[in-house]
Each structure stands twice: as C-alpha cells, then as structure tokens.
C-alpha cells in the first residue's frame, strides 16, 4: 500500500531518498523517535530547486492513515513564509487502490503577500518524481 512508501512510515526515511535520489538525497531526524514532534533535516538532491528544509512532525495517526507535518526552515520559505503545514490523508478504495488527500496551508510572514505562482512553481514536483510515484505506487 501506498502508506508504506510516504513520509509518515518510519522507512521512508530510508526509501524515499533510494527511489528518488534526483529529488531526495538524505532525511535525517535531528530531534525525536519519527513520531509527533519529530524534526527532520531533509537534503534535496540535484535535481530539485532547493538544498535543505527541516519539518516537523505534528500530527500522525497511522490506523486512519492520517499525517500532518509543517515546514519551519529552509529555502522552501521562499523569504517570506513562516512555515508551511501539510495534512496527508490516504483514503482506501473498494478495488484495493486509495486516493491521496494533501491541503497545504501557507503560513506568511507578517505583512507579506505571495502570489499564487509563486506558491505553485515552489511545490510542482518534477516529472520524473511524479510518474515513479505512479509507477511504485
């Protein structure tokens, strides 16, 4: 199942950075055990626009296949966010699939103003880590 392969499996860590090292070149936990108020150093690889971002871990619920985390340092701010909060769920389907729901919320620095282009070309994935999603997933 696709809940194995994301950020909230304790492997991933692991994964991720073997089957896309283009994208994701290291996680590292600096503080925590990988579960609720973990913080991660993730180092992209060349093929991504940024170098590094740390997240932390807020929420993660592994029977409902539910996970929240929340970017609070790295070039993904762009200069003018505070953080970035992401909540993943997976939602099973009847032919054994699932759907995969992602709202990402944007947390700006005070009196700052980001237009939507900007947010979209800073969180497109780059096709080749979007179709070896499809692919493994």
């Known amino acids: 199942m696709i809940w ?4 909230q499996s304790l492997d991933a860590d692991n994964l991720i950075p ?25 180092t ?8 590094s971002m740390k997240h932390r871990v807020d ?5 409902n296949f539910t996970h929240s985390y929340r970017i609070v340092e790295g070039e993904a701010l762009m200069g003018v966010l505070e953080s970035i909060t992401y909540h ?8 054994g699939g699932c759907i995969y729901e992602n ?5 700006t620095k005070e009196d700052v103003e980001i237009s939507e282009d900007k947010i979209k070309a800073g969180k497109a994935p780059p096709p080749s880590q ?3 999603l499809k692919l493994n997933g």
């Open 59 to 63: 929420g993660l619920d592994k029977e």
């Open 130 to 132: 979007s179709r070896r």
């Open 44 to 51: 992209f690889g060349e093929g991504s626009q940024f170098k």
């Open 88 to 95: 993943i769920k997976i939602v099973p389907t009847a032919d």
């Open 103 to 107: 709202r990402s919320i944007y947390n």
């Open 4 to 7: 194995r392969s994301l950020p």
């Open 18 to 42: 073997k089957i896309m090292p283009q994208a994701i070149k290291s996680v590292e936990i600096l503080e925590g055990d990988g579960g609720v108020g973990t913080v991660k150093l993730i």
